[in-house]
């Protein structure tokens, strides 16, 4: 493999990662802040607006995945995926601690 494939298969798990509390607020009817929202990423956006943020990210996250060739059949690939998505899960956990429920 190259090594922008390794580069798409790391961005591949941080937008798969990215998905997950977008889609999960907006299918639930809560809202949670997007890059839409006022002040962007603080204030409160539509559920509505998070399944259409969370279904982008899948879908960027997917194609990432075909063009980083992310296979079973290569560890290396794999790797780089989960490191990608633990990455984004980190960076959205401490982005949201103080986060309250309260928009």
């Known amino acids: 493999m190259k090594w922008y494939h390794y580069i798409a298969c790391f961005f591949a798990g941080l937008f798969i990662a990215n998905t997950v509390p977008h889609f999960v607020h907006g299918v639930s ?15 409160p956006s539509s559920p509505t607006i998070n399944v259409l943020w969370g279904l982008l990210n899948l879908a960027i996250g997917y194609l990432l995945m075909r063009v980083g060739k992310v296979s079973n059949q290569r560890l290396a690939s794999i790797i780089v995926f989960f490191l990608g998505i633990i990455a984004m899960s980190w960076m959205l956990s401490v982005s949201f601690i103080d986060k309250q429920m309260q928009f």
């Open 29 to 43: 009817g809560d809202v949670f802040p997007t890059p839409f929202s006022t002040p962007a990423g603080k204030g």
